[in-house]
């Protein structure tokens, strides 16, 4: 069995089962402060459950991996959705699984364009944040508390995970 994956350009038709493409081309946006800001309203929806459940947002400094990358685990949080915004322009790799049965089923893989985020949904299977070709930022936006919020899944088999070409 073939278990090579090529990502495809992250959409949000593409990524809607999985959560939300967090970009500025959301329907919903609005003048704000005196028309010099343009607001892009209501782009993800956070989740937060489970004992003293609280959503904080935080800075990561992601290095880069290198490809192809051998994809071993994907994880989970079970009690809270999960957001990965970019402070540039470069672009990372979004893998996410379905639920196959408590466990993940065979990996997707995505490529954001320039400015897109994502918010994985509660107990959406994913992999590591994972940009690509250099050191990037990002903001996470996720549940903090009490209670075990990670579930790790290790493939028996690694998937290898081939970038397009040009990229």
């Not at 003048?31 to 904080?56: K, Q």
């Amino acid at each position: 069995m073939d278990r090579t994956i090529t990502p495809s350009l992250l959409t949000r038709e593409a990524f809607a089962e999985f959560g939300d493409v967090i970009d500025k081309c959301g329907d919903i946006h609005f003048p704000i402060n005196n028309g010099m800001t343009e607001r892009y309203h209501g782009l993800a929806v956070t989740e937060a459950s489970g004992p003293d459940a609280r959503v904080v947002i935080s800075i990561a400094e992601g290095m880069p991996y290198r490809f192809p990358l051998r994809l071993t685990m994907v994880e989970r949080h079970p009690f809270g959705s999960q957001a990965f915004i970019p402070l540039g322009i470069r672009p990372f790799l979004v893998v996410v699984c379905r639920d196959d049965g408590f466990c993940p089923g065979e990996p997707l893989a995505f490529i954001t364009q320039p400015g897109q985020g994502v918010n994985y949904r509660q107990s959406v299977w994913h992999g590591v944040l994972t940009p690509i070709g250099r050191m990037q930022d990002f903001l996470i936006v996720d549940r903090d508390g009490a209670g075990t919020n990670l579930e790790v899944f290790e493939f028996p088999e690694p998937y290898d995970i081939r970038l397009p070409p040009g990229l």
